[in-house]
């Protein structure tokens, strides 16, 4: 008897479970959502950081003479 026919009653139920599982997929959604909110921050940070800053030492440096 080949082995195969042995283990195909434990494999292919497993297999069954493993493709309908969504969790994983809802794992990876939330992944992409929060890399996309990440890069949406620091693009942010950067462009309006650097006017920003400049604003805040003109006005530093206007208080001491």
Do not use: H, W
């Amino acid at each position: 008897m080949p082995r195969t026919s042995t283990l195909r009653p434990i494999i292919a139920p497993a297999c069954a479970r493993f493709i309908s599982d969504e969790q994983g997929a809802t794992a990876i959604e939330y992944a992409v959502i929060a890399a996309g909110v990440g890069a949406t921050i620091s693009a942010t940070v950067f462009g309006v950081g650097s006017g920003l800053k400049t604003n805040f030492y003109d006005k530093l440096a206007s208080l001491f003479p």
